[in-house]
């Protein structure tokens, strides 16, 4: 199987599978002298392992990062990237793959089950392999080191909608993002997805979700007017986390319905000479490359397809069945998608940082 790179500088490789021994990365690219602890990757990857609520997958995995290559560890206890391939290891703990034998040849309905076996002639049925969510933990590692390239650079994330209910965004606040189980930032919503979800669960059904990343501090300049676009390369990189069907970059869809008026992103001169900008329907993005603005994105993560009413399939054999899915499942896969979505921008805006670099010779904070 390929296609297990993204990137062009800064550039991410994951390997292993859900129910394999390990799973991780290699970041090849990374410049030498960024100094950061196995700690602070750690931070990242705390908040999006699994096992947290019960609104979430109750695998019960400590995500463990280690740091294997590409750094000097230092007296105190720091290390410091040499400019060779960071490689980090996360070992699979609480794999369960009994509760997968009865899938071993059906076909799961939502799942990548049938598309993988007609593309590969063979298919790992243990949580899905390089198909499980799990794999994504790897992009979070990752993702934590791309914030140390972009110390200037405050990336985040918050759940904005579960099911058909969405905040208030009047109500945002930041700082209540990690003071619940569900990374949102409206206080007075998350009693209500709770019940939610709790009703959600005990069906043994699932539900969708809309997750926005933004990004503060990002200078203008990161991206390229045709192929190398910056919302080109953020709205590819959030789609190839697993679930997401639909990206959109600032005002997105939304810009269908409004006049061009409304639309532009109109301008004026601040009281310290530069430009200000009087709204921000373009998401920070304009023609492919950052205005200086505040990034924003959002995507939409599907049902978790393991769900525990019988669906309709057929197996490899050809014969119909009715197939329920067994095992420790996310009753909304979209929640725990918060900061894999941080990371992948993360990773997105630290690539395109070292291109504008290479390319102008200017490092874009200059001004």
């Not at 600032?250 to 992103?265: C, K, L, T, V």
């Not at 399939?313 to 900061?339: F, L, M, Q, W, Y």
Request: charged share 25%; aromatic share 6%.
């Amino acid at each position: 199987m390929s296609h297990n790179t993204f990137g062009h500088l800064f550039r991410v490789t994951t390997w292993g599978e859900s129910h394999g021994p390990a799973l991780g990365c290699v970041v090849d690219g990374c410049p030498p002298g960024i100094v950061f602890t196995e700690a602070e990757i750690q931070h990242w990857m705390d908040r999006r392992k699994p096992g947290q609520s019960r609104f979430v997958t109750q695998r019960q995995e400590a995500d463990q990062v280690r740091v294997l290559s590409g750094v000097l560890a230092r007296d105190d206890g720091a290390l410091i990237t040499t400019g060779t391939p960071v490689s980090m290891l996360i070992e699979n703990t609480d794999q369960r793959s009994k509760d997968y034998s009865e899938i071993a040849r059906r076909y799961r309905p939502g799942h990548a089950d049938y598309a993988y076996d007609r593309k590969y002639g063979l298919r790992d049925y243990r949580g899905g392999g390089r198909s499980s969510a799990r794999e994504t933990a790897a992009r979070v590692a990752a993702g934590g080191l791309a914030r140390k390239v972009l110390p200037q650079v405050r990336i985040r994330g918050a759940l904005v909608q579960i099911g058909k209910k969405t905040i208030d965004r009047n109500n945002w606040n930041w700082d209540c993002v990690d003071q619940n189980p569900f990374f949102c930032p409206d206080p007075k919503m998350t009693s209500e997805w709770e019940a939610y979800l709790d009703g959600i669960r005990k069906q043994g059904s699932s539900v969708g979700a809309v997750i926005e990343v933004v990004a503060d501090g990002v200078p203008a300049g990161l991206g390229a007017p045709i192929y190398g676009k910056l919302d080109q390369d953020i709205a590819a990189n959030l789609m190839s986390i697993n679930a997401v069907k639909g990206v959109e970059i600032g005002n997105g869809f939304a810009a269908a319905e409004i006049s061009g008026e409304q639309n532009a992103d109109e301008m004026r001169i601040g009281d310290d000479g530069r430009p200000v900008f009087l709204s921000n329907n373009s998401g920070g993005i304009a023609g492919g490359i950052s205005t200086g603005q505040q990034i924003v994105a959002r995507f939409a993560v599907k049902p978790t397809s393991s769900i525990l009413t019988e669906r309709k399939s057929i197996d490899a054999d050809g014969n119909e069945v009715d197939i329920r899915t067994k095992g420790r499942h996310d009753p909304c896969v979209g929640i725990r998608a918060v900061p894999i979505g941080e990371a992948m921008l993360a990773c997105t805006l630290a690539d395109h940082y070292l291109r504008h670099r290479g390319q102008t010779g200017r490092a874009g904070f200059e001004e």
